[in-house]
Structures are given as structure tokens and as C-alpha cells.
């Protein structure tokens, strides 16, 4: 039986906080696949819980923390996000899903996250700040097509212009990273948030001179 959306969200966020972590235990596989869910599917229900962040208010942030590096890491055995790479999934649906990143970073992240960012401590930041960075891909031709990546590119660009620390921080990284692939793009888009934006604090100020150089890891 499939599940819905609802009960996806639930069997992502719902688990304690731990190491290791929930999807590391044995019966992982059988648990996640009773979900009967498809790559299509995966990305119907990223692009909701993007646009529909709501969904979490039941959860701590840790807890959400948690959700996303299983949503959208590297590691995670699911790798969910990675769908997103999917050519069989339509190119419309994936950049739609991408699209509604801004939404969850104006809606979910920056209100859960006001004033000064704590990437050495808070688990909820530190997950934000690595979105980018755990993403499935950097650009290039062989992880997505152009439109995939112009429409991740926007979507920093267009988080950038939240006045958040934590979002500007999380754009920032990712731009640091993309600007292997999309170097002249990455200086275009962090030069005009630095001279159109009158409210950059200064450590964001230091951190997105760097990423426009590639400097930061």
C-alpha cells in the first residue's frame, strides 16, 4: 500500500534523536520500503513538504535537523533527494521541486531561526548551513541538466534576499561550491547581494567574499 503524504512526512521526521541515527538500524530497508513510494512519487512529496512546511510544526527542530540530512544527504541510505537527478522522473516536476526550496528556507528556516547563526552547536543550523553542500549535485553535465541547475542557482540567489543569517549563510555555502561549475554565475549573484543589500551583517559580509573566491569548505 502507498503511503501518503502525511504518513511519509511522519516516518521521515518522526524519531528520536540519536546516534546513531534512526535510518542506520537493521530493519531500515523493510521499513522504508513498506512505504511503497517511486522516484516520482519522492519528488511530488519533497516538493510538498518544501512548499507545505507546516507539516513540521509537530516536530522539534533537531528532529528536523535530522530529517534533512536524511532527506538530502549524501549518506543517507534512502537518498531521497536524489531523485531529483532522475531523468526518468519529468525535468518539469524536478525543477518545480527544486523551485519550492526558497519557500521552505522563507517559511520554515528563517523563523525558526532568527538572529545569529550557530553552526558549531545547534543541530537545526548546522543542517541548513549543509544543505547545499549535501545536496546531490554541484552543477556539472553529469549530475542534472541546465535547467536543474539554473533553477538550484535562483533558488540561492533568491535566499539570499531573506533576512536571515542562517539562509544567507546556506545560500552562501552552496554558491562557494557551484562556483566550481558556475564560477562567472556564482560572482554575478553574490556581487549583487553585496552591493544591493543595505542589512549583511558582518560576518556574512566575510563569508560571502570568501565564497566568491571558492575559499570556503
Not at 48 to 71: A, C, M, R, T
Request: hydrophobic fraction near 40%; charge should be negative.
Amino acid at each position: 500500500m502507498r503511503a501518503t503524504f502525511e504518513q511519509w512526512v511522519e516516518a521521515v521526521f518522526n524519531h528520536p534523536v540519536e546516534k546513531p541515527e534512526w535510518y542506520w538500524s537493521e530493519n531500515f530497508d523493510s521499513v522504508w520500503q513498506r512505504l511503497g513510494t517511486s522516484e516520482p512519487l519522492t519528488v511530488n512529496f519533497l516538493r510538498q513538504l518544501f512548499e507545505k512546511s507546516e507539516e513540521l510544526k509537530k516536530y522539534s527542530l533537531p528532529q528536523v535537523g535530522q530529517g534533512i540530512w536524511f532527506l538530502v544527504g549524501e549518506s543517507s541510505p534512502a537518498k531521497p533527494a536524489h531523485t531529483l537527478l532522475n531523468p526518468s522522473v519529468p525535468l518539469s516536476d524536478r525543477v518545480s521541486c527544486v523551485r519550492g526550496i526558497t519557500k521552505f528556507f522563507r517559511d520554515y528556516v528563517a523563523p525558526s531561526a532568527p538572529g545569529a547563526f550557530d553552526i558549531e552547536a545547534d543541530p537545526f543550523h548546522i543542517a541548513c548551513y549543509m544543505w547545499w553542500d549535501i545536496f546531490p549535485t554541484w552543477g556539472g553535465s553529469q549530475a542534472g541538466e541546465p535547467e536543474l541547475h539554473q533553477a538550484c542557482l535562483n533558488v540561492m540567489q533568491e535566499i539570499l534576499q531573506l533576512p536571515c543569517e542562517l539562509c544567507r549563510l546556506s545560500a552562501l555555502h552552496g554558491a562557494n561550491h557551484w562556483r566550481l561549475n558556475y564560477e562567472n554565475e556564482v560572482v554575478s549573484v553574490i556581487d549583487a547581494f553585496l552591493a544591493d543589500t543595505k542589512d549583511i551583517t558582518p560576518r556574512i559580509r566575510e563569508y560571502a567574499f570568501a565564497a566568491r573566491k571558492g575559499l570556503c569548505q
